[in-house]
């Protein structure tokens, strides 16, 4: 999907990097999403105990109220919980359409292929970011010419100078 999306007329690539995605991730507002589609107080409760593991620092024991634990199975299926409202977000507002921006999103990898204003379009979605309380990491954000290649999850795309077509 993402290379036939690269053949309709995109010139660039904004490549985004979340600042500390997994620890950043607020459970009140990840909690309020679940109990969108799960209605059983005590499957409510079960994950709100996986999520607020607590931390024995110095002697002192905190519980969590941000971010998933690291390494836990469920973790990922939380990261994408949350982060599916832009997705969602991006296509209701017609981004795709008004922006010419693409957004392709795997866990907190994501790409917006753009036609036109890559610079509108990054603006649009660290908008939509921080709604979520979330930081977009600027240090490894960047634009990206197609010639110029870029990576994403795990693999190189590249627009060919010489036949005008897309390796992988």
């Not at 079960?46 to 519980?63: D, E």
């Not at 990206?144 to 100078?161: A, D, M, P, R, W």
């Amino acid at each position: 999907m993402i290379r036939e999306d690269l053949y309709q007329q995109a010139w660039g690539v904004v490549e985004i990097d979340f600042q500390s995605y997994f620890i950043s991730i607020p459970h009140e507002k990840l909690l309020k999403l679940i109990s969108k589609r799960i209605a059983d107080g005590s499957m409510l409760k079960l994950i709100k105990q996986t999520l607020t593991t607590s931390i024995v620092k110095q002697g002192k024991i905190t519980c969590k109220k941000v971010g998933v634990p690291q390494g836990s199975p469920i973790s990922p299926l939380y990261s994408n919980i949350y982060l599916n409202v832009i997705d969602q977000v991006w296509h209701s507002r017609g981004y795709p359409e008004k922006l010419s921006a693409t957004l392709h999103r795997y866990c907190d990898d994501a790409i917006l292929v753009c036609r036109k204003s890559a610079s509108l379009a990054l603006e649009k979605f660290t908008e939509l970011v921080k709604r979520l309380s979330l930081i977009i990491n600027h240090q490894k954000t960047r634009i990206t010419k197609l010639k110029e290649g870029f990576n994403f999850i795990g693999f190189y795309f590249v627009k060919s100078k010489e036949s005008n077509k897309w390796q992988k």
